[in-house]
């Protein structure tokens, strides 16, 4: 077992109380006044989570987005956000990537801390978001059920394409699908009542896939060719875009009958039962990494 | 204006819903589901709010402590807590300090992320603490009345001492005031529906007095002999008591006619109107730095 698994082992036992849905969720779900509040924390870390000489600006509003992202996988329309912040050489330009990310959004910043970090560390920075969930019970991992379909609400791979292209120092490409994802709040909003699970796919597709497998007891059997793929992505890089997270689509489970609404949204596997391995991907257990593992609690 | 300065300015901006209190109180205040949910975030990072070498257990109390005095300082019962964690080199002192602060203020974790840092970096680690108020209004740091007595729970400079003591090594004096404070959560829940501005002294007396006395509107006049100080600390410090933080007692004030539960609850000034200086020491404005500045939005 790794430290961080280790960690997050003995994390889970300091989390008994069911509205932290054993560390094993995009957020915590607490009652609170008769109603259900829907809570996420993520970090970043500089040279770890973004390139150093990014657009300050971009950082900013991707650490609201995937935090969004995590509301908008239990359906919960955002309330506001707390933010964690390490000074740095352009908090101008963070703070106006923050100001768009805030607007295009609509949450209201409530509150948070900013910090001094020693010369030359590397600097981190936290968001909390806050949101009321729409539909009880709120959507989780937990829910898929053997006979469901598998879908994900577009296409995959367009993160990686556009990391790729923003380390290389390319020109001419699209990078914004890494840069600033877009957190499917709607979305999330009008599957939640419709789905028996759903997360975000914020690790890959497979990792992702066997999380939501083995928090419901199933097996997810996942049809590769099906996955649609980001456009510009060659299909020689599929599987990468399997195991390539930072996309921000939705994946759930729902009944044989569902319908989507979307048409980006995709029928890409089955739920089974649960058998060997967590995923299969077409019809075998997937050989290598699943995905980017961090710790997500 | 230094950069911090700005900074906190630009995200006032950001953050004109009524919850976030204007950036200029211990926690935000929102109202939900027919009740008001308290919620703060602080951050520590290696190297300015702790020593390296000390102790991960430590760390993580004080961590979990620093968050739940801003719920205290609103009258505010705990519900859970995020946690933003950078894996370390003994990441299990780190759990089973939180775990013995978790157990001791009864507060679940609840959920949050753990992130790697490159090597070499100084680590951050951040908490988000959410609380149930228990008295409406909340208290703010706005409601000092002219004519009003001010008061602190209890002694300062304790947590100076004891992180002089640890810095320099000297050994057979208690440093459990810098290590590991405690939030005053009854006397906060219990003095809630008594004060007219309540807040904690986090960054120095005369510091948190000054931001007291400008969110109210007032002036404050503090007698500074009347501050108790820490058991151990000599007569000569008493200045620089007054403007170390850390020791997380609470800073309130109350109508005339208040009179303490608490034997350690000593009347330490006056409410009076607004003049060309927010804090009086001794009937004069105070003289170089007032306390810590860092940025608790």
Redesign the interface.
């Given at each position: 077992m790794s430290?961080?698994a280790?960690?997050?082992a003995?994390?889970r036992?300091?989390?008994?109380?069911p509205?932290?849905?054993g560390?094993a969720d995009d957020?915590?779900v607490?009652e609170?006044?008769?109603?259900a509040?829907v809570?996420?924390?993520?970090?970043?870390?500089?040279?770890?989570?973004w390139l150093p000489g990014q657009d300050p600006a971009d950082v900013a509003y991707k650490l609201v987005a995937v935090n969004l992202s995590d509301l908008a996988a239990k359906g919960a329309e955002p309330?506001?956000v707390?933010?964690?912040?390490?000074?740095g050489p352009d908090?101008?330009r963070f703070?106006a990537g923050?100001?768009e990310a805030?607007a295009e959004f609509d949450v209201?910043?409530?509150?948070?801390?900013?910090?001094?970090?020693?010369v030359?560390?590397?600097?981190?920075i936290?968001l909390?978001a806050?949101g009321?969930a729409t539909c009880q019970p709120v959507p989780s991992r937990g829910g898929a059920q053997v006979g469901d379909g598998v879908w994900v609400t577009g296409p995959l791979g367009g993160a990686m394409l556009g990391f790729e292209v923003l380390r290389d120092g390319a020109s001419g490409i699209d990078t914004s699908a890494f840069r600033r994802p877009r957190p499917l709040l709607a979305q999330g909003r009008a599957l939640a009542p419709l789905v028996s699970a759903m997360m975000d796919v914020s690790d890959g597709l497979l990792l992702d896939a066997s999380r939501m497998a083995l928090a419901s007891g199933v097996m997810i059997a996942l049809d590769g060719s099906a996955v649609p793929l980001a456009p510009g992505l060659p299909e020689a890089r599929r599987h990468d875009a399997l195991t390539w997270g930072d996309d921000y689509q939705l994946l759930f489970t729902a009944a044989p009958h569902f319908a989507p609404d979307h048409p980006a949204t995709t029928r890409v596997g089955t739920v089974a039962a649960r058998g060997p391995h967590p995923v299969l991907l077409d019809g075998s257990a997937p050989v290598g990494a699943l995905g980017f593992q961090?710790?997500?609690?």
């Open positions: 430290n961080e280790a960690l997050i003995a994390l036992a300091l989390a008994p109380h509205a932290a849905r560390l957020a915590a607490l609170f006044g008769g109603e509040l809570l996420t924390h993520d970090m970043m870390v500089e040279g770890v989570h309330l506001g707390l933010l964690g912040y390490t000074l908090d101008a703070v923050l100001s805030l209201p910043l409530l509150g948070g801390d900013t910090v001094s970090a020693p030359g560390s590397a600097r981190a936290g909390t806050l009321r961090h710790g997500a609690l």
